[in-house]
């Protein structure tokens, strides 16, 4: 019933009228193309979204949108600071589920020398994906809670890489006001297991090549150039962060009530101690997977160290998917102090502002957005139109639209492998099933995806990466 | 009677589970879960946990029981195997049971779950048999 009433508001633009109580309109970013894959249920989402208090503007859907939990992925909402509220469901169960690419000083000539696969195999064996316990660490709690204080931060002070890298991650790699005593003690225990790994379902590693440069000047800054092998790292806060989000569903359930019209949209005024508690253990979460990202980078370098003496592998910067952030945007031609709580969705700040990097601050902030296995991946600038249009915001890679019970019917994991050996890409994985789970065709096209965020012009195009190998989690 | 099967859905994982009680369904909803996660891999049943879960209304109930799964993974390298002696107290919302299991390095996990959701969460019960319906985020 929401797609009926969809109004085209220019290319590429669509509106949700304000129906069922909802406070503000949607806004929706797809193309005739991408439309054939809108799902109802991701609009009754984003319409879900717009009843919350304290909405400002629009509830926001993203090229890449899909059904969440509560809030849609691919969705960005704001809040007041004053009057609106702070949900765990715009942020989601893997907070800061985010993206770290590394550029290098390798062709893919010097892969061909170790042999792609050789390469792929001690990366596999280096980087634990680690399901249940499976890190190579042995913390204490008091670390533990050193990590949640100072994410990439504390992994660089403790030898695991370079100043450079945090600096070239949001908030530097340490969201501020994280008090370790605000995340649960089971959270703690998921979590203290899982430091340095990499996670299963959509997390991966990948090795990619430069196929392509839109943009030269933004590219040059960004350090990219054509035929450079890059290196793309995913992965979240694991069963901490699962367990923060979890923890705040059930207390803010219990203080607030449920809402009667989706109960996974429990929520907390911004204002109110829960609230404020919330946000503090979503902080140390998203440190957590800033330090997981970390300590991967730095066992990367390390292994690539044993064949390349020279190596060189810097951050070109690490974007968080999903995350809920205190930032300043015009509300009614005024600067204003919000909450932007971006799911499954990338920053993408224009040139100027403060949060940016100062060697990319003349520029604009990189926007990061991986393809599915497989698939391209690409690099985009942030734009000032993306902080008018979508709080600053541009989507966060293809987005699903076949289920994992429908890809397991229709899909083979051997096919898979060999097809994309074709293409000239090796593959490791933790199951076969993962292969078929997150294969290539149950995503949209992310070149359409990314050609939309261009268009529009919340995100333009700086670099094509096509990946030559793949390490899924 | 079948005791779980797996529905669409795009992003997650979404199942319904069976029983002729309560009790059973919320047994089967394990049994479902624990598909999910190693598969139809059968998990040896060496060690033994006391489980007690409060919670304010049923679905809590059910999440929280499901949640508890999860803890003992990732904390407890605890990988369960079966639910014996369950019981349900439905006005006060507690949950008892004993869970079976092993260690999780014992074995293959292909799924690794995030978390339980009240996406679409439903408990119904029909002329005497009982449905639980639960999505968990992949």
Redesign the interface.
């Known amino acids: 019933m929401y797609k009926e009433k969809l109004k085209k508001i220019s290319e590429n633009i669509w509106e949700i009228p304000m129906i069922n109580g909802m406070l503000v309109p949607g806004r929706i970013f797809f193309s005739e193309k991408l439309l054939n894959n809108l799902e109802e249920d991701a609009l009754k989402q984003i319409a879900n979204v717009a009843r919350l208090p304290g909405i400002l503007k629009y509830s926001i859907g993203l090229m890449d949108m899909h059904v969440g939990y509560g809030f849609p992925i691919g969705g960005v909402a704001a809040f007041d600071i004053e009057k609106g509220i702070i949900s765990p469901g715009g942020v989601g169960y893997d907070i800061n589920c985010s993206i770290r690419l590394l550029r290098t000083n390798l062709t893919l000539a010097d892969i061909g020398k170790i042999g792609r696969k050789e390469l792929l195999h001690s990366l596999f064996r280096t980087i634990p994906s680690g399901v249940g316990k499976g890190s190579k660490l042995n913390i204490t709690y008091k670390e533990l809670d050193e990590v949640l204080i100072n994410g990439a931060q504390w992994a660089v002070k403790k030898g695991y890489g370079e100043k450079e890298d945090y600096i070239h991650t949001e908030d530097n790699g340490k969201l501020p006001n994280a008090n370790p005593s605000d995340v649960s003690q089971r959270a703690k225990q998921r979590g203290i297991g899982q430091l340095g790994t990499l996670g299963a379902g959509n997390h991966f590693l990948e090795i990619q090549k430069v196929e392509e440069i839109f943009d030269e000047k933004t590219a040059k800054a960004f350090g990219l150039k054509k035929g450079m092998i890059t290196i793309m790292i995913h992965c979240g806060s694991r069963g901490l962060g699962h367990q923060v989000a979890s923890d705040y569903v059930g207390l803010m359930g219990k203080e607030y009530g449920w809402p009667e019209f989706d109960r996974e949209l429990v929520n907390a005024p911004i204002q109110s101690e829960l609230g404020k508690k919330y946000l503090s253990a979503m902080a140390c979460a998203a440190n957590f997977a800033f330090a997981n990202k970390q300590m991967i980078t730095h066992w990367i370098r390390e292994d690539l160290k044993h064949y390349f003496s020279n190596i060189k592998a810097d951050v070109v910067y690490d974007v968080c998917h999903n995350i809920a952030k205190f930032e300043k945007h015009l509300i009614n031609s005024k600067e204003k102090e919000i909450l932007v709580m971006r799911k499954g969705a990338t920053r993408s700040f224009g040139r100027g502002r403060k949060e940016i990097s100062e060697d990319y601050r003349d520029i604009g902030q990189p926007v990061i957005i991986p393809g599915s296995m497989g698939t391209a991946s690409y690099v985009l600038v942030g734009t000032k139109e993306a902080e008018v249009l979508t709080f600053g915001s541009t989507a966060h890679g293809a987005g699903r639209v076949e289920s994992r019970t429908s890809a397991r019917k229709n899909i083979s994991a051997d096919k898979i492998k060999k097809e994309l050996e074709k293409k000239g890409i090796d593959i490791e994985a933790g199951s076969y099933k993962g292969i078929v789970e997150e294969a290539p065709e149950v995503y949209k096209d992310i070149d359409e995806v990314v050609r939309v965020s261009n268009e529009v012009g919340i995100g333009k195009l700086v670099a094509k990466l096509i990946p030559i190998a793949v390490i899924k989690g | 009677m079948r005791k779980y099967k ?8 979404k199942f319904q589970a069976f029983g002729n009680s309560l009790e059973e369904a919320f047994i089967s909803s394990f049994d479902a879960l624990k598909e999910i996660i190693v ?1 139809k891999n059968r998990i040896k049943s060496v060690k033994k946990i006391k489980l007690k879960v409060k919670g ?1 209304d049923l ?2 109930l059910l ?2 029981f499901l ?1 508890e799964v ?2 003992l ?5 605890f ?1 369960a195997s079966e639910i014996k002696n369950i019981k349900i107290d439905v006005k006060k919302n507690l949950f008892e049971a004993d869970v079976l299991g092993d260690r ?2 014992n074995y ?5 779950v ?6 679409d ?1 439903s408990i119904k019960e029909e002329k005497g048999k009982f449905i639980v319906q639960v ?1 968990v ?2």
């Open positions: 797996f529905l669409e859905h795009t992003a997650d994982i598969e304010n679905k809590e999440y929280n949640e999860l803890f993974l990732d904390a407890k390298d990988i999780v390095s293959k996990i292909s799924n690794d995030k978390a339980i959701t009240y996406n969460m999505v985020d992949v």
